[in-house]
T-cell receptor
Framework: KNEVEQSPQNLTAQEGEFITINCSYS?????LHWLQQHPGGGIVSLFM???GKKKHGRLIATINIQEKHSSLHITASHPRDSAVYIC??????????????FGKGTHLIIQP | KAGVTQTPRYLIKTRGQQVTLSCSPI?????VSWYQQTPGQGLQFLFE???????NKGNFPGRFSGRQFSNSRSEMNVSTLELGDSALYLC???????????FGQGTRLTVV
């Protein structure tokens, strides 16, 4: 079973700062997901990536498959980026199982 | 394109009762997975369905069950509710394995 470690658990930063959230997993995967959860519960998918780097607006996600590590970066952070960011990977590397296992999340607060 | 719809959004039940939660996936998505989120345990995988077949089940007692209908809508049922079942229950739909997951807003269940 895949284990996911995320860091930091909590992060408070000033508006405009460059933010990095890290995720490590234990078993080889086909793809990794970065998710965002705002108060109230709804989860939004930010990225799904299996190699290299993806960019969407001010968000950048990278993954190193060999090192089993991924990072989520936020450039020019804004108070509206305040949320919980969650890394998720498939439960196992075997075929057939399609559930996800999650990191504990990074609670990000961007202060004006 | 309509998103993932979960009903009801909020539910209060008494210990010992049973509850049924519903998830309507995005049109064309055949995979539906269910997750439980609690402050202590974070997000945990319950089960995953694809084309009416349960493909994987998480480490939850038999009181937790689910099913998927031919139109891909899914229900999960919890029988003999316990206080510890109070949680946010989320479902996610995908077109298939290793594709982006789209989450519903969740059903917040409170057991009193």
């Amino acid at each position: 079973k895949n284990e996911v470690e995320q860091s930091p658990q909590n992060l408070t930063a000033q508006e405009g700062e460059f933010i990095t959230i890290n995720c490590s997993y234990s078993v080889g995967i086909s793809a990794l997901h970065w998710l965002q959860q705002h108060p109230g519960g709804g989860i939004v998918s930010l990225f799904m990536l299996s190699s290299g780097k993806k960019k969407h607006g001010r968000l950048i996600a990278t993954i190193n498959i060999q090192e089993k590590h991924s990072s989520l970066h936020i450039t020019a952070s804004h108070p509206r980026d305040s949320a919980v960011y969650i890394c998720a990977v498939p439960l196992s590397s075997g075929g057939g199982a399609d559930g996800l296992t999650f990191g504990k999340g990074t609670h990000l607060i961007i202060q004006p | 394109k309509a998103g993932v719809t979960q009903t009801p959004r909020y539910l209060i039940k008494t210990r010992g009762q049973q509850v049924t939660l519903s998830c309507s996936p995005i049109s064309g998505h055949r995979s539906v997975s269910w997750y439980q989120q609690t402050p202590g345990q974070g997000l945990q995988f319950l089960f995953e369905y694809f084309s009416e077949t349960q493909r994987n089940k998480g480490n939850f007692p038999g009181r937790f069950s689910g099913r998927q209908f031919s139109n891909s809508r899914s229900e999960m049922n919890v029988s003999t509710l316990e206080l510890g079942d109070s949680a946010l229950y989320l479902c996610a739909s995908r077109t298939g394995m290793n594709t982006e997951a789209f989450f519903g807003q969740g059903t917040r269940l409170t057991v009193v």
